[in-house]
């Protein structure tokens, strides 16, 4: 019921910026929680950031705060990750998930029902 596609990966170099954007469609996509993970090679999906349905809360693993900024515009059905001072320890496979109905959206993918393709960070030294 739910397709999310990501994109605005690419190659930067540590310290630099990008903005990951993720467009929705579905009418679930505003009544949910939305988040974002990440999955380098040979690793574990790793959560990154969530943000509340409406926009008023969001949560980031220790690593990224500061750093990283999640939001979301419901009227165009997109939530965004700005990924700021980016590490090259942070190049990995970044995707956008919606959370399951009624879940407040967590820290573990399983909370998450539909997930996007992914899109590609990489960062060089």
């Known amino acids: 019921q739910v397709q999310l596609v990501e994109s605005g990966g690419g190659l930067v170099q540590a310290g630099d910026s990008l903005r990951l954007s993720c467009a929705a469609s579905g009418r679930t996509f505003s009544s949910s929680a939305m988040g974002w993970f990440r999955q380098a090679s040979g690793k574990e999906r790793e959560f990154v950031a969530v943000i509340s349905w409406n926009g008023g809360s969001t949560y980031y693993t220790d690593s990224v705060k500061g750093r990283f900024t999640i939001s979301r515009d419901n009227a165009k059905n997109t939530v965004y990750l700005q990924m700021n001072s980016l590490k090259p320890e942070e190049t990995a496979v970044y995707y956008c998930?919606?959370?399951?109905?009624?879940?407040?959206?967590?820290?573990?993918?399983?909370?998450?029902?539909?997930w996007g393709q992914g899109t590609q960070v990489t960062v060089s030294s």
């Open positions: 998930a919606a959370a399951l109905k009624g879940r407040i959206g967590g820290v573990a993918p399983a909370e998450y029902a539909y």
